[in-house]
């Protein structure tokens, strides 16, 4: 079992930048693949991108490839999002999740099995 918790959002203007972090708790952390997801108002929630459980690989949805940076530290049971170049349309509510399924890619909201409570990301234009 892992619990998560995200902190970093904010109200940034376009072109700026935000970093996100997500806290786990448990002696597990490193045994899950991580994964950031956002849901906008209105909107299904969908896939932002990644990272494999050592850290050794992230992938990143089309939409934010380039601009959106993924890392984690296992010592420290932390995974980040470092948003760069933000625009209007990336703003929604961000999650953390974690999957512990085969394999070392998930991006599907039915492979995470664990969420957080979810992060505001507001981008004025």
């Known amino acids: 079992q892992v619990q998560l918790v995200e902190s970093g959002g904010g109200l940034v203007q376009a072109g700026g930048s935000l970093r996100l972090s997500c806290a786990a708790s448990?002696?597990?952390?490193?045994?899950?693949?991580m994964g950031w997801f956002r849901q906008a108002p209105g909107k299904e929630r969908e896939f932002v991108g990644g990272i494999t459980r050592s850290g050794g690989m992230t992938y990143y949805a089309d939409s934010v490839k380039g601009r959106f940076t993924i890392s984690r530290d296992n010592a420290k049971n932390t995974v980040y999002l470092e948003m760069n170049s933000l625009k209007p349309e990336d703003t929604a509510v961000y999650f953390c999740?974690?999957?512990?399924?085969?394999?070392?890619?998930?991006?599907?909201?039915?492979?995470?099995?664990?969420w957080g409570q979810g992060t505001q990301v507001t981008v004025s234009s």
């Open positions: 448990g002696r597990t952390f490193s045994s899950y693949i």
């Open positions: 999740a974690a999957a512990n399924v085969g394999g070392n890619v998930a991006r599907t909201v039915s492979s995470f099995e664990h």
